[in-house]
């Protein structure tokens, strides 16, 4: 279960939101690697904050992209084929990608551990992408990831502050 702390965080985001949206039109007018650099420090600073083990919201709340070489590893630990796995566990969504079938994720222990860690896919690993490149070409999707991660809300909120201040850029 999300702590109260990072629920506040979210509750913000969704007020924060409609500001938000708007602020991907300044974002977009800075060089891509810049963005890209600034948002990468934001997301160290805003991880050495937050502790996923108290939040575990996007595993509750997104539904994981599968790709192949992540069937096969789960399989394995369910002792089954990767048919039989994809079968149980996924179903394609409206982008026709692969994804999980159920939300919350039924692999999300009460304590917010992933019962399958050591293998969970990549999707999961790589979430929220925000120590990623190219991140001009996901602005979209980081803003509606503000409502699901208290850590990129914060990323973004940090990024307003400091294009505002002239601290950044
Ligand atoms: S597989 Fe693990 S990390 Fe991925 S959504 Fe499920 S519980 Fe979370
Ligand atoms: S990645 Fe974000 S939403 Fe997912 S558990 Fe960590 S802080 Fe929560």
Known sequence: MIC??????LREAELDFEENKKFIMIL???????????INVLHDRAFAEIDCLKCGNCCRTVP???????????AKRFHCR????????????????????????PF??????C????????????YPYTD???L?????????????????YLIVKWLKEGINNRTIF
Request: net charge negative.
């Open 28 to 38: 977009k007018r800075l060089r891509a690697k810049t963005l890209d650099r600034e």
């Open 4 to 9: 109260d702390e990072y629920a506040k965080l």
């Open 136 to 152: 001009r070409n996901y602005l979209r999707e980081t803003m509606e990831n503000t409502k699901v991660c208290p850590a990129v």
């Open 115 to 126: 019962m399958y860690y050591e293998d969970k896919p990549k999707y999961c690993r790589d």
């Open 64 to 74: 994981a992209i599968i790709q192949q070489k992540d069937i096969k590893a789960l």
């Open 108 to 113: 999300i222990a009460d304590d917010n551990y």
């Open 132 to 134: 990623s490149t190219r």
């Open 82 to 105: 990767p048919i039989v796995w994809e079968k149980e566990f996924t179903v394609r969504d409206e982008d026709e990608d692969l994804v999980m079938n159920q939300t919350p994720c």
